[in-house]
């Protein structure tokens, strides 16, 4: 009779719904970028960066076996790891493309070994390639540090296939202190910070999302996915090149989280585009019902008109005609 660890050893994995549980981890976004001694120059968008060792200092990352970009990586001494800031989602987009040329228009300037260095990035670790592991679909690239550049701008993160940013989570509130300071900064600036428009959205939009987020994700789709439901459902994308901006991350994660929504019959593609199908615009109105629920419920102590007035200055901000 086959035992625990026996049947644990002959599970299939099935890739998608892999990549999937893996999302639930939260990374940062980088951009690996390299150029060989012909000049040729290559950047990928890459999540897989960690560190390895600080004596000496080490990092890795890995790439596909099947990526373009490889023999560049392969070839040059060196490579730089572009760690992205909050404001780099369209560069971040721009690298995970394939066939444009993705230098054209980025400001960037050499460092060890030729390899690119983006600029205005969060951080940046110049490396010496130290060793090229094989591992499974990937090859594994590990990196000897020979320079770094920690510019202290808050970094751009990944999760459940989507783009978010770093706010202090909720639970940690700064508490009143009495404590006495030569020039008493807080007296000076009492309440300030409860008047500043950029403090109040950036904590409105987390709190908002700390009930919001677990209501949608009990209909057991992952934030990109529903995501996508909504942009299609809502019209707003008029192109499929609109939606890495509208539902706020790569296309490589826009034409995935589409494959599992094709494979559930919620989506097809015609024309180059994604359209939903009567299952899928059925989905779409029940996350929009979902979403409109818990809007009225934190709307609900206010006049009508003060709401509007709130939503039509959100848009104003957001560049919404």
Sequence with gaps: ???????????????????????????????????????????????????????????????????????????????????????????????????????????????????????????VFECERHQIIEGGDHWIIIGKVVNFHDEGRSPLVYHQGAYSGVTPHPLLQVKDTNDHVEYDVGAMHQGHL?????????????????????KQLVTGFRTSEARLLLVLGSGTASSKADLPRDIAMPMREVEQSAAILAKEGLLVENDGFYHLTEKGKKTAHYLFDIADSHQNEVFEKYPENEKEIFIKILRDIAGIV
């Design 194 to 214: 409860h008047r500043n428009v950029c403090y109040l959205m950036s904590r409105a939009f987390k709190f908002y999302q700390n009930d919001y987020i677990p």
């Design 1 to 123: 009779m086959m035992n625990a660890l026996q049947a644990i050893e002959t599970m299939q994995i099935d890739p998608m719904k892999f990549r999937r549980a893996l999302g639930n981890f939260a990374t940062g976004v980088t951009i690996m970028t390299a150029q060989n001694a012909e000049g040729e120059k290559v950047g990928v968008t890459a999540n897989s960066f960690n560190s390895v060792s600080l004596d000496p200092a080490l990092i890795l990352w890995s790439i596909d076996k099947k990526s373009s970009s490889f023999h560049v990586f392969e070839q040059a001494t060196h490579f730089a790891v572009n760690v992205l800031s909050g404001s780099q989602i369209e560069l971040s987009n721009k690298f995970s493309r394939r066939n444009i040329d993705k230098y054209d228009g980025t400001s960037h300037r050499e460092g060890a070994g030729g390899a690119p260095i983006l600029a205005h990035c969060s951080a």
